[in-house]
């Protein structure tokens, strides 16, 4: 197995993968509280922006509104702790489903009827926000007021109802990333992976080759959809508070797919990297800036959206394929 | 309630709608014939609509005149950001766009708050209070003549784009790019041009909405997603189409902020959209091309 | 502006945050220091929204940090140094930056309006031991949570709804007239439903004169409010409740006048309608609205202090509510350093749950807090738009003026 998933792959990446991850178990023991935080959302990101990947990056379908994947995850986890007591793992068991089947309902409305490229990027927009207003309006959860977890000081981490400290919200989400990181290797490596690859390329010439094209594309949603949920019941217990606008809002989307479009779509290490050049970017902008004593609201945006500016234009297949080559990282066979 | 109220309403909304479809006009030219997904629409009308709001307290011009010169303007800088920058993209995969409209939209949206500050801006005209009475039906004076002025630049486009060398050009272009080098057209010029067109509709659209609605920096992304949802609706690259859609979403957000609860209004606009993609994927007013 | 103080406590983590080679995240963290030296200005980090959705907001609020030295200073108060932070209207960069201020050593943190941000930051200030005074937030699970190191100076949405029956009541009594029906407008945020469903539970209890006909609740994101207005004015209710934010305000009121219809009076429970731009951008058109909010207390001196210095930094800006409770949160702040004689956080916090200020600027008795960290005397004003200016129609011992009444047709403004 392990062999199956490394073959091809140079010594040097996979030395430079596994002191990576050293590094990062590491981490916690040297890293400050702010730098702990910050490598959460690194992490956080690098997690939701895998997930995101496999529709996209994998099976070429553009979906611009995964923060409703993130955000049903939550909701659902976090509706039966505050209501049932039911803790984080149990309520995942239900999220994942829910997630599942969302994406499933959208993936096959979608895929049936055609829908693709922009017009299901809206479409997937489209459901996100109608999921954002019909949050607003839902009694169970809530609604606009807010889902607010009970938050009590606690004594030690306990991991299986998520209450604890950052160290271990970040060792759950690092779990999950190397876990999503994997499960990506194994499924490009798969039947499955070859034909979303052909998807990709080529619908048309995919279809005329016998490949059951729906099947394989509702599989990537699915897959995406229930990862995505996971992402969510972590947000609702690291945070402790729901509100419709801010977890489905347009901008959570967003920030999910900026970190794997920089770092290079439809790469394994793409979403990782890119996650961790746009937080450390963003936050080292915020302490340049900081540094020279410039206090205007606004103009750490502007820099950041001039960078991603040349990011796009001067490495448009993203920085990961760009440094991969470079470091003599990439894989043999192409 | 008294059915005088489901008829100003039902006017309100087709006046709001005509003015959406104003707006969504400039993103069908774009996104019909470059086929660029242009994210920053909307952030480029804020552009345009901070350009009237500088203008009127300077110059004390009014949105109405200002429309032309405003559109002039966006025409240019519509012409810059697609040779300069945008060319390379439009035979990219849309991810890349997104990723680049993405990055100028923020520039805008930041640029904006740091230029003019947080703080909603608008124009006082003095016709900005006057309605029309028939009877029992009240029609908002401005919304009206902002209807009709987007009536009147998607009739000038619609002719621009029937009766004129260029603009069948530019229809040769979107029907068939292939074709479209091969006869010898210089198709990058054409795209510059039709995106700095298209830029120049938001120009137009800019003050006009700006009799309506109150800009701040924030505003964009909104508008962009409505532009977005209206052109699908509508149609792609059907200037009728855009109207349509401005329309169909202008009047169901009325009627269901009126029968059911306005906070629910945009569920419903969503749920045209919906529709539309499943049963007509190629808009109501659209051509089907597959 | 933020001068970082070295401590050799933090030598191991050096090595580490070289090694991350991210200029930004080395920058950002300067070891956890804690000055004792008395005398030594006490750092503040103070988190708003000042870009984003809520950068107005946010901006506004900064003006009554921005304002507030010169004051301090003349109550004898020590001087604070502020470290401010921008959360760009985002939950992650508000925790993240709450962090970010700790670890540069701020003793004590302000912010941040909004809920979902407040809380965030909440839950950092309180594992940290480090006190957070809130500005402004008024949901009420927020100080539910037993928290220890989380103060509010700011009334819940069921204060504020206790005080807009009570105020209401004095101006009908004064006026002599009062409304018989109401429809009530309110906007589908966080706010909004907090004060709709407080209004159900709670309006049996004070026998208000009026019914409420019809609660209409709209979208935050509306651009147009048309259909809310014809919906409402359908109803025939005498006076209109709204419970909204500054744009919506405006909007609203526009609608109202190209709809033709004046109701009896506009009671707004919620910000907007006496806000600066409400009054710049309608004019003539902005008078006559009665905001049932929290507010100050005009004739209390430390008020006219106030109104000085923000005349003087800001010309033309009339003070509210948020530069009033931001100013307050540093008062808090400075209030708690002298008493404590330490900037040691948990001596601050302890110094803070002790805290009983009355020479302040918002109505009641003064600045004190409950066990559960809010200040529960608070009380709230109904306002009144009066030819740009706004003037205390009630509570009696902070009132200033008499109410206008009934709102003056829109149309005969001329």
Known sequence: MIRRLTAGVPARALFLLGALFVGLLVAPLFAGDYVLTVLILILYFAYTGQAWNIMMGFAGQLSLGHALYVGLGAYTAAALYVHFGIGPWIGLLVAIPVAALTGAFIGFLAFRFRVAGVYFAILTI???????????????????????????????????????????????????????????????????????????????????VGIDVFHYKMIAVVISAAMTSFAGVVYAFYYNNLFPEQVFNISRSIDIILGPIAGGVGTLFGPILGSFLIEILGEGLRSLLESFGIDVPGIKQVVFGAILLLVVVAMPDGVWPWLARKLGLAERQK | MPIDVYLNVAVSGVLTGLVYGLMALGLSVIFGVVRVVNFAHGEMMTVAMYIAVTLFSALRLDPLVMLIPIAVVLFAFGYVLQAGLINPFITRPEHSQFLLLVGIAIIIVNGLLIMFGPNSQNVQVAYAFDSFQFGPLIIDATKAYAALAAVAVSAALFIFFRSTMLGTSIRACADNYTGALVVGLNVNRLYALTFALGAACVGAAGPMLLLIFDVTPAAGPAYTLLAFVIVITGGLGSMPGALVGGVLIGLTEAMAGLVFTPSAKSMFAFAILVLVLLFRPQGIMGKRTA | MKKKSQSKAAVSRRSFNAGLGAAGIVAGTAPFNIVRA???????????????????????????????????????????????????????????????????????????????????????????????????????????????????????????????????????????????????????????????????????????????????????????????????????????????????????????????????????????????????????????????????????????????????????????????????????????????GSADPKALADAIRTTNITNNVSPGPGIMFDAKGQNDKLKGSAVQNRGGKLVTLAPKEAANAKPEWPLKPYDKRG
């Open chain 1, 126 to 208: 489209a459901f996100a926000e109608f999921a954002r207003v019909g949050f607003d309006h839902f009694g169970w959860t809530n609604a606009s007021s807010g889902l607010f977890l009970p938050v009590a000081q606690y004594a030690r981490n306990d991991v299986w109802q998520l209450r604890g400290h950052p160290v271990m919200f970040y060792y759950v989400l690092l779990a999950a990333t190397v876990m999503a990181f994997i499960l990506c290797r194994a499924l490009l490596k798969s039947r499955i992976g070859y034909f979303w690859l052909a998807i990709r390329e080529d619908e048309e010439a995919a279809r005329s």
């Open chain 3, 38 to 340: 008395q005398g030594a200005a006490l750092k503040v980090g103070v988190l708003l929204p000042r870009s984003g959705y809520q950068a107005s907001i946010g901006q506004d609020c900064q003006r009554g940090v921005d304002i507030s030295a010169g004051i301090l200073k003349d109550l004898g108060l020590p001087s604070l140094q502020i470290m401010n932070a921008d959360t760009e209207t985002n939950v992650d960069v508000a925790r993240s930056r709450a962090e970010k201020l700790i670890s540069e050593g701020a003793q004590l943190l302000v912010g941040a309006f909004d809920s979902g941000q407040t809380s965030a930051i909440a839950q950092v200030a309180e594992q940290k031991g480090i006190p957070l005074v809130i500005n402004i937030a008024a949901a009420p699970p927020i100080t539910e949570q037993g928290y220890k190191f989380v103060f509010r100076n700011f009334p819940t949405g069921v204060m504020i709804l206790r005080d807009a029956f009570l105020n209401q009541k004095e101006v009908f009594q004064i006026t002599g007239s009062a409304p018989k029906t109401a429809v009530m407008l309110h906007v589908n945020d966080t706010y909004g439903t907090s004060i709709q469903k407080g209004m159900a539970a709670m309006f049996p209890k004070f026998e208000m004169p009026y019914q409420i006909v019809q609660e209409i609740a709209y979208d935050p994101t509306a651009r147009d409010l048309s259909v809310e207005i014809a919906k409402a004015k359908a109803t025939g209710a005498e006076a209109l409740i709204a419970v909204s934010r500054l744009n919506d305000a405006i909007l609203l009121t526009r609608e109202l006048v190209k709809q033709r219809w004046t109701p009896m009076a506009v009671l707004a429970i919620g910000p907007g309608w006496y806000e600066d731009q409400y009054l710049k951008t309608l004019g003539k058109l902005s008078d006559g609205p009665i905001s049932l909010v929290p507010w100050y207390d005009p004739n209390k001196k430390l008020s006219q202090a106030l109104e000085a210095a923000l005349a003087k930094a800001h010309p033309g800006v009339s003070m509210s509510t948020n530069h009033v409770y931001t100013f307050e949160a540093m008062l808090v702040a400075a209030d708690a350093y002298k008493r404590a």
